[in-house]
């Protein structure tokens, strides 16, 4: 199988009033038409690696990498102008909160019409079918008026939806998606699993899903990697992530609470051992 | 006799005009000693009854009891030293120009309490496992995890019987969740506190509470016992919805 991504020894910089922070260090993963999880917690740098791959970071930080290539394209290379052409229609990015990454003062028709009527230069008419098809995609049941309606008018499940539909219009072959389920209930979010999953396998696309949730990302992912510090600690097959040897990996499993099990207290995350401190 | 009685409780707000029926008619009773869990997806109104008893959400039908009395309309002090509150957002929560020394010393002022502050404030940074040489920092020098320990820290400066837990961990990393949690298992032991807790994940409640009340759409759908959470052990589809779409938290 071609690799669609692949990334060798990314690191990501920032420098700061005490000194340069290295917030990626040495990052490398190939990825297909798969669904790949990257976990952490919070500070190991699993969006920082999400948004480099779109080269959406911000000076002071620096990106550096030995390779960083998609579909054949060398995207350290290539000028800021042939980023743009990729981001969306190639490769798009589902942002976290839906209160914060939806312009507010636009309605959700318009934003979903505006890449369409820009960059595809479609008639009114046409962009509207089609953003009414994207989010009848994701199974928003009144897309008309979800269409006329402000982003502060939608619940935070239908915002995400909106947000996935948005990335989906340009049929992207790999979709980053930043914690797209965490601010949504257990079942609104099995129902955005379930979109993502079905775009995975019916149009082929590559999905590198951020969470922190380790159980989450096992279910729904084909392989998983975990990060630390800016670190990848260990990457390991989603069903077998009870059998993960890293102690971090481990670690983080033992700490989380189960239904039915012991109500012991929860075994911390011992963070002075050798492998932490490296 | 249960330490916390709530009847046909209802809470309805005005919004442009139209009503919106936080809660209604919900009935619990937790017992002293006992660790209570609400459940539910955004919206079924479970932290609206923490609000309510607290008085910072309008009770519109229904009665409230603490120990047997019902509670005053304002709350006022006794109130405040019975019944104490834990938000979700540690970051939102503590206010971020005083120092933990004035966050915790705050309610000893209210309400008047004689003796030491000083040792008081030392000894709550004990009890929550936060260095004592904490006491001058600001909020934003603290992580997610130690500005919770602070607020748990604040709500049990008084001494209540009862703490109300808002989503406690959800805004936490799970490490620093597990840390948490077992803070507030142990002052539960040692101090017989009350607990009545707000969660949207399963297991969190499932750790931590005895009984358990699922909410929906601002109505009580079903209470269910810890063995019959663990078992799958619930009646109404509502719950056994919730519990297969959290079948990842048995893993």
Known sequence: ?278 | MALIEIENLSVTFRSKGHLVRAVQDVSLSVGDGESYGLVGESGSGKSTILRAICGLAPVTGGTIRIAGQPVPDPRGRDFSRQVQMVFQDPYASLHPRHTLDRVLSEPLAIHGVKGDADRAVMQALDDVGLPRAFRFRYPHQLSGGQRQRVAIARALMLKPRIVLLDEPTSALDASVQAEVLNLLSRLRAERGLTFLMVSHDLAVIDHMCDRVLVMQHGRAVEELNHADLAGAGMKTDYARTLFEASADRML
């Not at chain 1, 490769?91 to 009527?117: C, F, H, W």
């Not at chain 1, 008639?123 to 079918?129: I, L, N, P, V, Y």
């Not at chain 1, 199974?139 to 935070?156: C, F, K, N, T, W």
């Not at chain 1, 379930?194 to 380790?214: E, Q, T």
């Open chain 1, 1 to 278: 199988m071609s690799d669609l991504l692949t990334i060798r020894d990314l690191r990501v910089t920032f420098d700061t009033e005490t000194g340069p922070v290295e917030a990626v260090r040495g990052v490398s993963f190939r990825l297909g038409r798969e669904r790949l999880g990257i976990v952490g917690e919070s500070g190991s740098g699993k969006t920082i690696t999400g948004r480099s791959v779109l080269r959406l970071i911000r000076p002071p930080g620096r990106i550096e990498a030995a390779e960083m290539t998609f579909d054949g394209i060398d995207l350290t290379r290539i000028s800021e102008r042939e980023m743009r052409a990729l981001r969306g229609p190639r490769i798009a990015m589902v942002m976290q909160d839906p209160k914060y990454s939806l312009n507010p003062v636009m309605k959700v028709g318009a934003q979903l019409t505006e890449g369409l009527r820009l960059r595809d230069r479609l008639g009114a008419a046409e962009a509207r079918r089609k953003a009414i098809e994207a989010l009848e995609a994701v199974q928003i049941r009144d897309p008309e008026r979800v269409m006329e309606a402000y982003p502060h008018e939608l619940s935070g499940g239908m915002g995400q939806r909106v947000m996935i539909a948005m990335m989906l219009i340009p049929n992207p072959d790999l979709l980053i998606a930043d914690e797209p389920t965490s601010a949504l209930d257990v079942t609104v979010q099995a129902e955005v699993l379930s979109i993502l999953d079905g775009l995975v396998r019916d149009r082929g696309m590559g999905l590198i899903f951020i969470s922190h949730d380790l159980r989450l990302v096992a279910r729904f992912c084909d392989r998983v990697l975990v990060m630390y510090k800016g670190r990848i600690v260990e990457e390991v097959a989603a069903g077998e992530l009870t059998r993960a040897k890293h102690p971090y990996t481990q670690g983080l499993l033992n700490c989380l609470p189960r239904i039915g099990g012991s109500r012991a207290p929860l075994p911390g995350l011992d963070r002075d051992a050798d492998w932490a401190r490296a």
